[in-house]
């Protein structure tokens, strides 16, 4: 069964520090991988995601996360965080066949001044 | 584009009433939408995946007959949660596929449906 880990359940860093939030997938099959990004009181907002071609995707407020299936990793990251960067941030995996999203834990990306 | 929303975004009951919980596509269609609940720091869980004109998909452990879903239309499903209780009191969101040229690709999210039982 396709499983999805993120092993930090929460990340502190300073403002304008670089981040990495970790993912990592187990499948058998050909996946597909995707980030979201849920503020306090929300639902998910698609942050990025790969389906195919490029291995690095890039989402428009600088985040950026790279597919890399020998690690079946697919981290995310940004060079420099902001304040408004503070909220739980989900990866998550389907297969080709879209039909269950399996989502990870979450980590907290916690930005201070 | 691809904006999914629901209705209402909080809703406090009482122990023992339904309440019905509308999950609409609003600019794309989807034959597919799913449901899911979230606990407090928790992720998602899916309970069911909504069929348009079938019946709903549901994750082992989730009771059918407490949680019934109708996907009437191509643009929106329902969430009927039946004689709710306190234990049911949690975040229930739900998202749903474009289908473009026969293709499902990403899910959509809507905001999130904030039920508390008392």
């Known amino acids: 069964a396709q499983s999805v880990t993120q092993l930090d359940s929460q990340v502190p860093v300073f403002e304008e520090a670089p981040v990495e939030l970790r993912c990592n997938y187990s499948?058998?099959?050909?996946?597909?991988l995707f980030w979201y990004v849920q503020y306090p009181n929300q639902g998910l907002q698609l942050l990025l995601k790969?389906?195919?071609?490029?291995?690095l995707v890039e989402s428009i407020n600088g985040f950026e996360a790279e597919f890399n299936k020998s690690q079946t990793s697919f981290h995310l990251r940004k060079p420099s965080v902001h304040i408004s960067d503070t909220a739980e941030y989900f990866c998550?995996?389907?297969?080709?066949?879209?039909?269950?999203?399996?989502f990870g834990t979450g980590t907290r990306l916690l930005v201070s001044p | 584009g691809a904006v999914v929303s629901q209705h209402p975004s909080r809703v406090i009951c009482k122990s023992g009433t339904s309440v019905k919980i509308e999950c609409r596509s609003l600019?794309?269609?989807?034959?597919?939408m799913f449901w899911y609940r979230q606990f407090p720091k928790k992720s998602l869980m899916l309970m069911a995946t909504?069929?348009?004109?079938?019946?709903?998909?549901?994750e082992q452990g989730v009771e059918k007959d407490k949680f019934l879903i109708n996907h009437a239309s191509l643009t929106l499903s329902t969430l009927t949660v039946t004689s709710a209780h306190p234990e049911d009191s949690s975040f229930y969101i739900c998202?749903?596929?474009?289908?473009?040229?026969?293709?499902?690709?990403?899910?959509?999210f809507g905001p999130g449906t904030r039920l508390l039982v008392l």
């Open positions: 998202s749903a596929n474009p289908v473009t040229s026969g293709r499902q690709e990403t899910q959509y």
């Open positions: 499948s058998s099959v050909s996946v597909y």
């Open positions: 790969y389906l195919s071609g490029s291995t």
């Open positions: 998550a995996a389907t297969n080709t066949g879209f039909q269950k999203l399996v």
């Open positions: 600019d794309f269609q989807a034959t597919t």
């Open positions: 909504s069929n348009e004109g079938s019946k709903a998909t549901y």
